[in-house]
C-alpha cells in the first residue's frame, strides 16, 4: 500500500514539473528556449538562528563567507564559490565547476537563452535559487536569492557569475528579464568573477533587485520565470587575454 | 556689488544647466532625443511631520489623497490629479493639463522620446519629481518618486500615467530606461489612467522601482538620467473607444 502511495506522489510530481515547464514555455514564447525547474534551497550561511551544526564547523575553522580568500596560502587555489555554504573545499578554478556539480549537487545547462524557473517564491527568506550555465565556452552562475535586507522586508536579487577571471568577464554581457501581464522588466550588465564575492554584489545591489509586491507581478503560482541570455562584448575575448 | 554676485550666480547656474544637457545628451546618444532637466519638489501631501498649515487645509475640508473621488458629485468632473500637492479643484478631464500647467507649473514636453533628467536625487524623502508628456495626441503625468515605504529606508518609485480613461490607456505602452556604466536597466508596461490613484500604483509597486543604492549606479554626480518612449499598443487606438 505503502509503495503504490509514493508511485503516486511521484506521478503527481511529474505532472507538476511538466505543468511548470509548460507554463514557463508560455510566457517565454520564443523558440528553442530551454526551460529550467529550479527548487529553492535553504541557505544556511545566512539563516537568522546559527544552527548548532554550523555553529561548530565555524569553530573547526570554516572561514565565514567572504573571507575565504585569506585561508588561500597557494595563490593559485581558490576556494569553493558556492553562494549557499560555508565549505572547506579549495582547488583550481578549472576544477570549481566540478566541485559545485558534484559535491553541492548544482545544475548546469547548455545554451545561449535559457528560461530559469524559481519554484516557492513564497518560502521565507534566507533562501536561494542556484544552477550554472554554460555558454560561450564558459560557464556562469545565475543565483537568485531571497535575503532581508531590512528586516522584515525580503528582497530579491539575481545576479550572474563568470566562473573564470575578472578579465574574462569583462568579455560578456548578460541579460536577465521577467515578462507578464504586459509588464516587461529587463537587467542588463557585465557578470562579474566568481573570484569576486557574490555577497557583496548583493549587498552593493548591483543586480536585478526586486521588492516582494514586484516579484509577485511577475510571478505565476508561486514561481518566477527569469529569461537568461549571455553574449559577448568584446570579439576575440578569449584572445584578449593571452 | 550684489547685482553682480547675483549675475555671476545666473550665469553659474546657466553653466550647470547646460553640462546637464550635455551630460544627459551623452547618456542616450540618440539623435534627437530631448533632455528635460527636473527639479525636485518636496511634496507636501508626504511629509512625516505634518505642517501646521497642512493640519489647516484638512481641517478645512480638503480630502486625503486617494478619497478625493468621494467629493465628486457632478460624474463628468475629475478632482485635480496632481500627485504633489491635496488640490481642491475639480474640472472635466479636457482641462486637467491647462489645470496643472497653470496652477501646480508642471512642465509640458513634446516628443515620442524624451530624455527625464531628475537633478539633487540626493535630497530626502518625500521628494517628487514631475512633468507632462506631449506624445500621440495625449498627453501623459511622468512621475519619480522619492519615498520611505519602510523607514529609513527611501526608495525610488517611477511611473506614467494618461491624462485619460483607463481604456484610453490600454492603447499605450511606456518605458523606461536607466543605461549608465555599462549596466542597463528596462521597465515597460501600459500606463495608468490618472483617474486611478497614483499612490495606489506606487504603494502596489506595480512600477520601476529603485533601491538608493541601485539609484546610485545610475546617477551621474546626483542627477539620474530616464530615457521614457512611449508607443501604441493597438493600431487606430483613438478610434477603439468610440
Not at 516557492?120 to 564558459?138: E, F, R, V
Request: some cysteine.
Amino acid at each position: 500500500m505503502l509503495f503504490f502511495t509514493q508511485c503516486f506522489g511521484a506521478v503527481l510530481d511529474l505532472i507538476h514539473l511538466r505543468f511548470q515547464h509548460y507554463k514557463a514555455k508560455r510566457v517565454f514564447s520564443a523558440a528553442g528556449q530551454l526551460v529550467c525547474v529550479v527548487n529553492p534551497t535553504h541557505s544556511l550561511k545566512y539563516a537568522p538562528t546559527r544552527s548548532a551544526a554550523a555553529q561548530a564547523s565555524t569553530e573547526q575553522g570554516i572561514l565565514p563567507p567572504c573571507h575565504h580568500h585569506e585561508a588561500v596560502h597557494d595563490p593559485q587555489l581558490v576556494p569553493c564559490t558556492c553562494p549557499l555554504f560555508s565549505c572547506p573545499w579549495e582547488g583550481h578554478l578549472e576544477v570549481v565547476v566540478s566541485h559545485l556539480r558534484q559535491t553541492h549537487r548544482i545544475n548546469i545547462l547548455q545554451g545561449a537563452e535559457i528560461v530559469f524557473l524559481a519554484t516557492d517564491m513564497h518560502l521565507p527568506a534566507p533562501t536561494d535559487w542556484i544552477i550554472m550555465h554554460s555558454c560561450l565556452g564558459h560557464q556562469f552562475l545565475l543565483l537568485l536569492r531571497k535575503q532581508e535586507k531590512y528586516e522584515g522586508h525580503p528582497q530579491f536579487f539575481a545576479t550572474m557569475m563568470l566562473i573564470g577571471t575578472p578579465t574574462q568577464a569583462n568579455n560578456f554581457t548578460y541579460r536577465l528579464e521577467l515578462n507578464r501581464n504586459q509588464r516587461r522588466l529587463k537587467w542588463e550588465a557585465t557578470p562579474r568573477s566568481i573570484l569576486e564575492c557574490v555577497d557583496s554584489v548583493i549587498s552593493d545591489g548591483d543586480c536585478l533587485v526586486l521588492n516582494t509586491s514586484l516579484a509577485q507581478l511577475f510571478s505565476d503560482n508561486g514561481s518566477l520565470a527569469i529569461g537568461i541570455a549571455i553574449t559577448t562584448s568584446k570579439v576575440h575575448s578569449s584572445e584578449a587575454e593571452i
